[in-house]
């Protein structure tokens, strides 16, 4: 049982390039999220996703594209990468009910 | 923006000591989250706590809420070096899907 993995752990860009981070996980959780994570500002909520084939925006939405075209997959896009994008991101997934998160244990981007 | 925000940003203990965490919060929740994130890893879930509870108990772990106060204390009995690590708390408001994240407590046990 995996749980949540993220892909790739590390990646450096370069400002204006495009990439996209893939979470997926093994647990059939309905509701999945994507957070970014930064010095001393905590967690920010980027996109989040409550079944498959939907997908909502979060705190911080702007640069960010997001989909979920299967259950166990939640896909973060940078279509325009810029260097305020640097940080670290996580995935989390939880089942239907009052339940805690499960996280990924992150990929750290930096752009250039 | 932030809904809970944690007291204090830093606590240094001794091994044995008992840790003490705060977590205050602005809005009415449905329930209020602890978690655990060492250095370089995801967060771990550790604790959940619904509005209509005053105390949770797991492990060393004890959890208390006061909603009248919009507060939360997280208290870890006979530290290890092992929880050495940034605590969140993170509260879900009634109606809503996402948690909302704390700016984190960091602790440090000495051996």
């Known amino acids: 049982n995996a749980g949540v993995t993220q892909t790739p752990k590390f990646r450096v860009l370069k400002t204006g390039q495009s990439m996209t981070l893939l979470c997926a996980q093994d647990?059939?959780?309905?509701?999945m999220y994507w957070y970014r994570q930064d010095p001393g500002m905590g967690l920010r909520l980027i996109h989040y996703s409550v079944g498959e084939g939907t997908t909502a925006k979060g705190e911080v939405p702007d640069g960010y594209n997001v989909s979920r075209l299967k259950k166990q997959n939640f896909l973060l896009g940078l279509e325009s990468a810029a260097p305020s994008q640097t940080s670290v991101y996580f995935c989390?997934?939880?089942?239907?009910?009052?339940?805690?998160?499960?996280f990924g244990s992150g990929t750290r981007l930096t752009v250039v | 923006s932030q809904q809970g925000e944690e007291d204090p940003q830093a606590l240094s203990i001794q091994e044995g000591e008992n840790a003490t965490m705060n977590c205050s919060y602005k809005?009415?929740?449905?329930?209020l989250q602890w978690y655990r994130q060492n250095s370089g890893r995801g967060l771990v879930h550790l604790i959940l706590i619904r509005s209509n509870e005053r105390e949770k108990h797991s492990g060393r772990l004890r959890v208390t809420l006061d909603t009248s106060k919009k507060s939360s204390s997280l208290l870890i009995t006979a530290s290890r070096a092992a929880d050495t690590a940034s605590y969140f708390c993170a509260t879900l408001n009634f109606g809503n899907e996402k948690l909302t994240f704390g700016t984190g407590t960091r602790l440090t046990i000495i051996p």
């Open positions: 647990m059939n959780h309905e509701y």
């Open positions: 809005t009415s929740i449905n329930n």
């Open positions: 989390a997934s939880r089942p239907d009910g009052i339940y805690g998160y499960t």
